[in-house]
Nanobody
């Protein structure tokens, strides 16, 4: 009943920018925490950024000052603005969203399908 669709990934040169989007659909009552994770080839999945329903944000040290997480509650959409991209940012990026919705007994986390970000010349 709840689906997350990610978009915005692609190939970008070092120093470039991308904006990832994560759109939730279904009979959603409220979205609580939104997380963005990434997983580079051969590496463990890493939490990149989080935003709460009160708009408190956190970032992993490697992206502070470069990435910005945000949300538009009216559109059930979360964003990750990525500036000054580095080759080390290359990974599949996943949104991870805590949702309360019809047909579920309590809030739970859902995963997006992932979107590839490649930073290279």
């Amino acid at each position: 009943q709840v689906q997350l669709v990610e978009s915005g990934g692609g190939l970008v040169q070092p120093g470039g920018s991308l904006r990832l989007s994560c759109v939730a659909s279904g009979s959603i009552f409220i979205i609580y925490v939104v997380n963005w994770y990434r997983q580079a080839a051969g590496k463990q999945r890493e939490l990149v950024a989080s935003i709460t329903s009160a708009d408190a944000t956190t970032y992993t040290d490697s992206v502070k000052g470069r990435f910005t997480i945000s949300r538009d509650n009216a559109k059930n959409t979360a964003y990750l603005q990525m500036n000054s991209l580095k080759p080390e940012d290359t990974a599949v990026y996943y949104c991870n969203v805590q949702v309360s919705a019809a047909a579920i007994s309590s809030a739970r986390f859902y995963w997006g399908q992932g979107t590839q970000v490649t930073v290279a010349s």
